[in-house]
Each structure stands twice: as structure tokens, then as C-alpha cells.
């Protein structure tokens, strides 16, 4: 059965740190994967990964795919506050679309 | 933000009875997706649908069912409300399958 396992699941840091979250994946006929951040409501769109070792980037936010062994990361460089979320990862198959259970980020001022 | 509404925000129900939630896009986009999410489940497919009065099932569809009888209106429909259908449910869009790029506020579901 196709599953997404996020780690951890949750983390708590303080302003200025670095993090890394990660998402690990088994999925049939792989076709992208999709990091959103949740706050109190809806998820918004973070990144969208479909080949293997290109960086995605978004100010101090940046992500990365590893198809061979099956995984993302996602960093997050100098965190603020405002980085306080639910980050979900999510890995589109051929029919199906997966969704992590999520790693809930706290940082502290 | 993408022009996704969910309605009603929140509802309270009785076990038992029908319950029907609306989500209405102005993106004009093809494909729309109902989503549960509970703890330590992430969010879950429901149903989906590709087109007017074209619908799928998702991952978790016993139990409710669904329909799209306009581009920018998809109904989900609880026929007989359950405590286990407490939950958080999104609405979402894409224009293309299963790329999901834009949710809805989430309405929050609680069966008493």
C-alpha cells in the first residue's frame, strides 16, 4: 500500500536555527511531490519536486527529491516565527495523491 | 488567496442525520477534491471529480457520497452522519489531476 511517513513529527526550535524536515515515501508510478505549509486554516502551496536532485527554492525556504532512495527534505535557514506550522508533505501517484501526517514546526522567539 | 469557499465554516450535527457541505471555486478549474483531516492521519481523499457530474472515490468514501452538477459547485453529501465522520474537511482544486495546488478554509465537522 503507498504510504508517506514525515519525521519528526513534531520539532520545536528557536529563532535563527536551521531545520530540516523529512519526508519518506512508497508510492506506484511515481509522479511529484509537494510540500505545503499549514497555520491555522488551509494548506498553501510550498514546492512542487519531480526529478531528482534539483533544488527547489524559495527564500529561506529550500527542497530537495531524492528518487533512488525515496525521500524529500525540506530546510527552512534562519527561522522566524511566522514559520510556526504544520508542514505537510504529499506524493502524487498515478491514481492517488498521499498526504504525510505532517510535522508540526514551533519556533520559539 | 484562490477563490475557494466552504460552506458552513462549522457545523454541529446529530448522529444520524443527513449532512451536506458546499464548496463553490471562481478559479474555473477542472478538477475538485474533498479531503478529511484527523490526527495522525495527514489528509485523506474522499472523492473527487474531474468534470460536471464526472466523480471518483477516494480513499475514504464509505459513507458519503458526492456530486458536481456545475464547474464551480461540489456538494458533499453524509447520508447518515456517524461520530466517526467527526472531522475537518477541505476542499480543493487543481487544474490538473491530483496536482493540488489551492484548499479551501476547511469546515469543521462535529457528529454528537
Known amino acids: 500500500e503507498d504510504k508517506v511517513v514525515q519525521s519528526p513529527l513534531s520539532l520545536v526550535v528557536h529563532e535563527g536555527d536551521t531545520v530540516t524536515l523529512n519526508c519518506s515515501y512508497e508510492?506506484?508510478?511515481?509522479?511529484?511531490l509537494l510540500w505545503y505549509k499549514q497555520e491555522k486554516k488551509a494548506p498553501t502551496f510550498l514546492f512542487m519536486l519531480?526529478?531528482?536532485?534539483i533544488e527547489k527554492k524559495s527564500g529561506r525556504l529550500s527542497s530537495i527529491l531524492d528518487k533512488k532512495e525515496l525521500f524529500s527534505i525540506l530546510n527552512i535557514t534562519a527561522t522566524q516565527t511566522g514559520d510556526s506550522a504544520v508542514y505537510l508533505c504529499?506524493?502524487?501517484?498515478?491514481?492517488?495523491?498521499?498526504f504525510g501526517a505532517g510535522t508540526r514546526l514551533t519556533v520559539k522567539p | 488567496d484562490a477563490g475557494i469557499t466552504q460552506s458552513p465554516r462549522h457545523k454541529v450535527t446529530e448522529t444520524g442525520t443527513p449532512v451536506t457541505l458546499r464548496c463553490h471555486q471562481t478559479?474555473?478549474?477542472?478538477?475538485m477534491y474533498w479531503y478529511r483531516q484527523d490526527p495522525g492521519h495527514g489528509l485523506r481523499l474522499i472523492h473527487y471529480?474531474?468534470?460536471?457530474?464526472?466523480?471518483d472515490k477516494g480513499e475514504v468514501s464509505d459513507g458519503y457520497s458526492v456530486s458536481r452538477s456545475k464547474t464551480e459547485d461540489f456538494l458533499l453529501t453524509l447520508e447518515s452522519a456517524t461520530s466517526s465522520q467527526t472531522s475537518v474537511y477541505f476542499c480543493?482544486?487543481?487544474?490538473?489531476?491530483?496536482?493540488?495546488?489551492?484548499f479551501g478554509q476547511g469546515t469543521r465537522l462535529t457528529v454528537v
Open positions: 508510492v506506484t508510478n511515481f509522479r511529484s
Open positions: 504529499a506524493v502524487e501517484g498515478y491514481n492517488d495523491m498521499r
Open positions: 478559479e474555473n478549474h477542472r478538477y
Open positions: 519531480t526529478s531528482s536532485g
Open positions: 480543493a482544486i487543481s487544474e490538473e489531476r491530483q496536482r493540488v495546488a489551492f
Open positions: 471529480s474531474y468534470g460536471v457530474k464526472d466523480t
